[in-house]
């Protein structure tokens, strides 16, 4: 099992600035891919941004060239660095993980933090 702790969640005012952390724990062998999700209100859950192992990501259109994800594999850790950030990037951030290559892992999942972006 993989067990994913998030922090970093708050709120901020309309173009501020925010950064995810998410540490693994447990049988860390078993992910190659970890990633962020997002769900906001009323919505469906959507992929963020996702890293493979070795470094190669993918990013929500929505988010290119506003949000940076990457990765410690010494620390087993996921970051996600969120600029310039929108009343519309409001939703729970969760951090998730698989043990595909696929880019978007689904295998594990965290509790979730709370991003707040007021206008």
């Known amino acids: 099992q993989v067990q994913l702790v998030e922090s970093g969640g708050g709120s901020v005012q309309d173009g501020g600035s925010l950064r995810l952390s998410c540490a693994a724990s447990?049988?860390?062998?078993?992910?190659?891919?970890m990633g962020w999700y997002r769900q906001a209100p009323g919505k469906e859950r959507e992929l963020v941004a996702s890293?493979?192992?070795?470094?190669?990501?993918a990013y929500a259109d929505s988010v290119k060239g506003r949000f940076t994800i990457s990765r410690d594999n010494v620390k087993n850790t996921v970051f996600l660095q969120m600029n310039s950030l929108k009343p519309e990037d409001t939703a729970v951030y969760f951090c998730?993980?698989?043990?595909?290559?696929?880019?978007?892992?689904?295998?594990?999942w965290g509790q979730g933090t709370r991003v707040t972006v007021s206008s």
């Open positions: 998730a993980a698989g043990g595909s290559t696929t880019p978007h892992p689904r295998d594990y």
């Open positions: 447990g049988i860390i062998v078993a992910i190659r891919t």
């Open positions: 890293i493979m192992k070795r470094g190669s990501t």
